[in-house]
């Protein structure tokens, strides 16, 4: 195995270490283990490390570390790890109802194969199946092992709802959608187990490095979902009534770290810069939970005095029917109504804070809203928002407003990790052409239409899924580019840059139809230019607190 593993920044604040290629168990035993060791013998910085196939993330904080330092530090680790055998993890007997209802593809596989499907079944019970990663919903599977003679492509077009806990085969995989919906694989079985409910700990019922032999069942009841609930902390105050929810309102912190290797992605707040501006002005540390509003924002009903402030887009920010500013502290008395009347120039997105933070549950240590992942919900009429105790701040603190999409919006790209995967023709395009941010976004991706990216030749249309960090810009076979967000752990895409951490809260604030460009900037200067904005930050913090 090489001592100098190859390295590729994923932006300012990630870095991809690959110990080989493809898809190979021993590798991926390696890989888990190099992973393992890293997590326990972490350097300042280090915000979460997670395997995946043949290749590993570091995701740092580049205000403490970057990326030189990050790559010495794993060679390093790497060099003095155990060269023994690479050892799998726990067996795990998986029982599976199969056909019929619960696995209404089974008779397609079979007749596809060319197996009855007695001895589909058999053949998919007899060997073991080596979890490779979790990923694509939490707690999803990425399962090896496949008896080759039950490999079949997968569906042309992906079905639009399963049930949750569908056991599913496509190429020489298998897979569990642990909480249903949407897939293109075929849905040979089901199995009774809850296999991620984040109020479980553990929130997932395998890892990545777990043996899985299936074991058929003729069980008939399966367990509900998880429930997809918004729920208060009885310790916190009532604080402001729900009159009108808005378009999607929902509370989001700074995100959820350590639990990737499920995955569960960090999520968050979708414009982290409006968030710690917000809170920064109402007293909170900037990562304290507040309410993202989308669009048209909520009307609320102050129950008891407190002192919010709203960071972001203006969407019409009114108290009492009249306007009110953004970016600045203001007192509210009991009685008075907080509303806003919809933006009032391009922006889509801003963050709401009140003194204290907004006293959510806490599920998988953090209060940010993951739908996704069953956790929390957005506001409903009548709801009552909680916060956190304690003396109120004084109002009027102010910074500056945040800058709104303009006619073209210029996101700064930290090239790479794939970009051998592209020509230079489609190279040059991306940094050239102008894209159009599509109204097919939600909080995992982006879709961008404009001139198609052309690919190397030679170069596949997909490669083995590796980790995503948010502003990851995949390209599809079709070469129209998505930004991945906040809520999506690995891709099986080429990856042709990551888009600057700042920059991708600008991003959040554009509505469908903006146009859009990219230019790139080296990991050194996106590490460079980090630091800069927290120092202005942090100037501004120290300003505001005397």
Same mark, same amino acid.
């Given at each position: 195995?090489?001592? #100098?593993?190859?390295?590729?920044p994923?932006?300012?604040?990630a870095?991809?270490?690959?110990?080989?290629?493809?898809?190979?168990?021993?590798?991926?035993?390696?890989?888990?283990?190099?992973?393992?060791r890293?997590?326990?013998?972490?350097?300042?910085?280090?915000?979460?490390?997670?395997?995946?196939?043949?290749?590993?993330?570091?995701?740092?904080d580049?205000?403490?570390?970057?990326?030189?330092?990050?790559? $010495?530090?794993?060679?390093?680790?790497?060099?003095?790890?155990?060269?023994? #055998?690479?050892?799998?993890?726990?067996?795990?007997e998986?029982?599976?109802?199969?056909?019929?209802e619960?696995?209404?593809?089974?008779?397609?596989?079979?007749?596809?194969?060319?197996?009855?499907?007695?001895?589909?079944?058999?053949?998919?019970?007899?060997?073991?199946?080596?979890?490779y990663?979790?990923?694509?919903?939490?707690?999803?599977?990425?399962?090896?092992?496949?008896?080759?003679?039950?490999?079949?492509?997968?569906?042309?077009?992906?079905?639009?709802?399963?049930?949750?806990?569908?056991?599913?085969?496509?190429?020489?995989?298998?897979?569990?959608?642990?909480?249903?919906?949407?897939g293109?694989?075929?849905?040979?079985?089901?199995?009774?187990?809850?296999?991620?409910?984040?109020?479980?700990?553990?929130?997932?019922?395998?890892?990545?490095?777990?043996?899985?032999?299936?074991?058929? $069942?003729?069980?008939?009841?399966?367990?509900?979902?998880?429930?997809?609930?918004?729920?208060?902390?009885?310790?916190?105050?009532?604080v402001?009534?729900?009159? !009108?929810?808005?378009?999607?309102?929902?509370v989001?912190d700074?995100?959820?770290?350590g639990?990737?290797?499920?995955?569960?992605?960090? $999520?968050?707040?979708?414009?982290?810069?409006?968030? !710690?501006?917000?809170?920064?002005?109402?007293?909170?540390?900037?990562?304290?939970?507040?309410?993202?509003?989308?669009?048209?924002?909520?009307?609320? #009903?102050?129950?008891?005095?407190?002192v919010?402030?709203?960071?972001?887009?203006?969407?019409?920010?009114?108290?009492?029917?009249?306007?009110?500013?953004?970016?600045?502290?203001?007192?509210?008395?009991?009685?008075?109504?907080?509303?806003?009347?919809?933006?009032?120039?391009?922006?889509?997105?801003?963050?709401?804070?009140?003194?204290?933070?907004?006293?959510?549950?806490?599920?998988?240590?953090?209060?940010?809203t993951?739908?996704?992942?069953?956790?929390?919900?957005?506001?409903? #009429?009548?709801?009552?928002?909680?916060?956190?105790?304690?003396?109120?701040?004084?109002?009027?603190?102010?910074?500056?407003?945040?800058?709104?999409?303009?006619?073209?919006?210029?996101?700064?790209?930290?090239?790479?990790?794939?970009?051998?995967?592209?020509?230079?023709?489609?190279?040059?395009?991306?940094?050239?052409?102008?894209?159009?941010?599509?109204?097919?976004?939600?909080?995992?991706?982006?879709?961008l239409?404009?001139?198609?990216?052309?690919?190397?030749?030679?170069?596949?249309?997909?490669?083995?899924?590796?980790?995503?960090?948010?502003?990851?810009?995949?390209?599809?076979?079709?070469?129209?580019?998505?930004?991945?967000?906040?809520?999506?752990?690995?891709?099986?895409?080429?990856?042709?840059?990551?888009?600057?951490?700042p920059d991708?809260?600008?991003?959040?604030?554009?509505?469908?139809?903006?146009?859009?460009?990219?230019?790139?900037?080296?990991?050194?200067?996106?590490?460079?230019?980090?630091?800069?904005?927290?120092?202005?930050?942090?100037?501004?913090?120290?300003?505001?607190?005397?």
């Open positions: 195995m090489p001592e #100098k593993l190859p390295a590729k994923q932006g300012e604040a870095l991809l270490v690959y110990l080989g290629q493809g898809i190979d168990f021993a590798l991926n035993c390696r890989v888990r283990a190099l992973a393992r890293l997590t326990q013998r972490p350097l300042p910085g280090v915000r979460e490390v997670l395997a995946a196939y043949h290749c590993l993330q570091v995701q740092f580049p205000l403490i570390t970057d990326h030189k330092e990050m790559s $010495s530090w794993v060679r390093s680790e790497h060099r003095l790890m155990p060269r023994g #055998k690479a050892q799998a993890g726990r067996r795990v998986l029982p599976v109802v199969y056909g019929g619960a696995g209404p593809d089974l008779d397609y596989v079979a007749q596809r194969t060319g197996l009855p499907p007695a001895e589909v079944i058999r053949r998919h019970g007899a060997v073991d199946h080596p979890c990663v979790m990923g694509f919903t939490p707690g999803f599977p990425y399962l090896g092992g496949l008896d080759p003679s039950l490999a079949v492509p997968r569906m042309d077009s992906p079905r639009l709802d399963n049930p949750p806990g569908s056991v599913a085969v496509a190429g020489g995989q298998t897979g569990v959608y642990p909480l249903g919906g949407p293109g694989w075929w849905v040979i079985g089901r199995t009774p187990w809850l296999m991620y409910d984040p109020r479980r700990d553990p929130a997932t019922l395998m890892e990545a490095g777990d043996l899985v032999r299936f074991v058929p $069942s003729h069980e008939t009841r399966f367990p509900d979902p998880p429930p997809l609930s918004l729920s208060w902390e009885a310790k916190g105050v009532e402001l009534e729900v009159l !009108a929810p808005g378009a999607f309102t929902t989001q700074a995100g959820r770290w639990h990737q290797f499920r995955g569960v992605p960090v $999520s968050g707040a979708y414009d982290q810069a409006a968030l !710690a501006w917000a809170n920064l002005l109402v007293g909170n540390d900037p990562g304290d939970a507040a309410l993202e509003i989308t669009l048209m924002g909520p009307r609320l #009903k102050a129950l008891r005095p407190v919010i402030a709203a960071a972001g887009c203006d969407l019409g920010l009114t108290i009492d029917g009249k306007p009110a500013p953004m970016h600045q502290a203001l007192a509210l008395a009991p009685g008075q109504v907080l509303g806003f009347r919809g933006p009032r120039r391009r922006g889509a997105r801003a963050l709401l804070a009140l003194a204290g933070g907004a006293a959510n549950e806490r599920l998988l240590g953090s209060r940010s993951y739908l996704l992942g069953r956790m929390g919900a957005p506001l409903r #009429k009548g709801d009552v928002v909680r916060g956190a105790p304690g003396p109120l701040p004084p109002a009027g603190a102010a910074c500056p407003a945040l800058e709104e999409p303009g006619r073209v919006l210029t996101l700064r790209v930290v090239p790479g990790p794939n970009q051998e995967f592209f020509s230079p023709q489609g190279l040059e395009t991306f940094y050239s052409a102008q894209y159009e941010l599509t109204a097919q976004a939600d909080r995992r991706g982006a879709r239409e404009g001139p198609a990216l052309s690919f190397a030749p030679g170069s596949p249309a997909s490669l083995v899924s590796e980790p995503n960090t948010p502003g990851v810009i995949q390209v599809p076979s079709g070469g129209q580019p998505i930004v991945m967000l906040r809520e999506q752990t690995v891709g099986g895409y080429p990856k042709i840059g990551t888009v600057f951490g991708l809260d600008r991003l959040a604030r554009a509505q469908s139809g903006q146009a859009t460009r990219f230019v790139a900037m080296s990991a050194e200067e996106a590490v460079a230019e980090a630091r800069r904005l927290d120092r202005t930050f942090q100037a501004a913090r120290t300003g505001v607190a005397s």
